[in-house]
Nanobody, 115 residues
């Protein structure tokens, strides 16, 4: 089992920045990728950004150039730096991890961007 603990999130004005963190614990060997999905009200959950253990990244087109995902492999922690935030970035952000054939999710953290 893998446990994911998220921190960060909150309320910010448009154009502002936030940083999300997610720490993995438990059976952490073999985790890859880790990252973030998000779900806005009335919409399906979608990929925001993920990063592999080797450092390869994948971003949603809507966040490219504004969000940066990074990881501290030794700490099994992944970070999402979100800059130039827009009201349409408002969503619950879920930490995600895959370990072999199993997927794990954090409890979610709210990000609200006011116009």
């Amino acid at each position: 089992q893998v446990q994911l603990v998220e921190s960060g999130g909150g309320l910010v004005q448009a154009g502002g920045s936030l940083r999300l963190s997610c720490a993995a614990s438990g059976s952490i060997f073999g985790i890859s990728p880790m990252g973030w999905y998000r779900q806005a009200p009335g919409k399906e959950r979608e990929l925001a950004a993920v990063i592999s253990a080797g450092g390869s990244t994948n971003y949603a087109d809507s966040v490219k150039g504004r969000f940066t995902i990074s990881n501290d492999y030794a700490k099994r922690t992944v970070y999402l730096q979100m800059n130039s935030l827009k009201p349409e970035d408002t969503a619950v952000y879920y930490c995600y991890a895959r370990r072999f054939s199993s997927e794990y999710w954090g409890q979610g953290t709210q990000v609200t961007v006011s116009s």
